[in-house]
C-alpha cells in the first residue's frame, strides 16, 4: 500500500467539514431499494394487532396489508416478506396448513398482486407457523425429520409460487431442501420463481419477539432448534452452507441474524460474491425501538446506523421492520 502523507500535510477532516463533502466521498450508500419489508398476516378483516415485543409493528388482516404494500411500493422499497400467523385450530403436527392453496399467505399473495403487481414477494418455506409443535420441521419420537421434512418443503414452495409468490425462502435449514424444492418449482413449471435461501441461519437468542408475533414461541415451549440452525459459535461453517446451497441453485442466499454476524456476511459476500442478503431480525428491531422509546438513545439514527453496517459488510438487501420508517428518511 502507497503510504499516505503525514500531519500536518495530511488532515482527514479536510473530507468530513460539510454535509456535501462527507456524501460525495461515502464509501456506501443506503437506498430504498436496498430494503424488504417483513409483514404479519392476521385473519379477518379491518383487523389490526400491535405486536407487544415489537414496537411500531402491527399483525394485519390481507385488507389492510394491501395498503401496506402500496406505501411500500411508493417509497420506492422493492418486496415485502410474508409471514402468516396461523389459527390455532389449523395447526397441525403435520403442518399440512401450509400447502393449503387457500391459506393466509396464498390469499395475501393473490391480493397483494392484483393491487400492487410492480412490488416483488417472498414467502418463507418453513413448517414452523404451521405445526402445532412449533418446529420448522416434522417430528418422530422427538427428532426431526430431514428427508420427511423436505417432501413437505416442496409442496408448500409450489403452493406459494402459484399463489404469486416472486421469491420462495426456504429459512427451514434442512439438508438439501435446495436441490429438492428447486426441482419442483421446474417439474411444475415455475421455472422463473426465484430461490433465496436462508443458508447460514443461526440458533439464535434474538427470535423471540417474531415468534411470539406468529404464534410459534407458544407451540415451541422450551424446546430449540439446534439440531438443524447453526450454532453461534462458527464461521466456516456458514461458508460450507452457501456452498452447498449455490451448488443445488440457489439464486441468492441469506445470512440470518444480522448485527451478530456482520463477520459472516462479509465471508460469504467476499468468498462467493453473489447476491447476499442480511435479516436485521425481531430482537434486533425490539432492542433499539425499546431503547428508543425510554430515551436512551436516538431510535432512527441508530436504525439507520445498523443498516449501513449491513451495506458496509457486503449486504446487497436487508430484511427489516423498519423499512417504511427508513425509506421515508431517506427520502426525506
Known sequence: ??????????????????????SMVAEVALAPRDLILPVFILEGSGQREPVASMPGVDRLSVDLLVGVAEEAARLGIPALALFPVTP?????????????????????????KQAVPEIGLIADVALDPFTSHGQDG?????????????????RQAVCQA???????????????????IRASLDEAGFHETILLSYAAKYAS?????????????????????????????????????????LSEAA?????????????????????????????????EYAMIRAAGLQGW????AAMLETLLAFKRAGADGILTYAAIDIARRLRG
Open 1 to 22: 500500500m502507497t503510504p499516505f502523507a503525514a500531519f500536518p500535510r495530511s488532515r482527514p477532516r479536510r473530507l468530513r467539514r460539510t454535509a456535501w463533502i462527507r
Open 88 to 112: 390455532v385450530e389449523r395447526k397441525t403436527e403435520d403442518g399440512c396448513e401450509a400447502w393449503n392453496e387457500d391459506n393466509l399467505v396464498c390469499r395475501a399473495l393473490r391480493a397483494i
Open 138 to 154: 416434522l417430528i418422530r419420537d422427538g427428532v426431526i425429520l430431514n428427508d420427511e421434512t423436505i417432501a413437505a418443503l416442496c
Open 162 to 180: 402459484a399463489a404469486g409468490c416472486d421469491i420462495v425462502a426456504p429459512s427451514d435449514m434442512m439438508d438439501g431442501r435446495i436441490a429438492a
Open 205 to 245: 437468542a434474538f427470535y423471540g419477539p417474531f415468534r411470539d408475533a406468529v404464534g410459534s414461541g407458544r407451540s415451541l415451549g422450551r424446546a430449540d432448534k439446534k439440531t438443524y440452525q447453526m450454532d453461534p459459535s462458527n464461521s466456516a461453517e456458514a461458508l460450507r452452507e452457501v456452498a452447498v446451497d
Open 251 to 283: 439464486d441468492m442466499v441469506m445470512v440470518k441474524p444480522g448485527l451478530p454476524y456482520l463477520d459472516i456476511i462479509r465471508r460469504v459476500k467476499e468468498t462467493y460474491d453473489v447476491p447476499t442478503f442480511a435479516y436485521q431480525v425481531s430482537g
Open 297 to 300: 438513545l436516538d431510535a432512527d
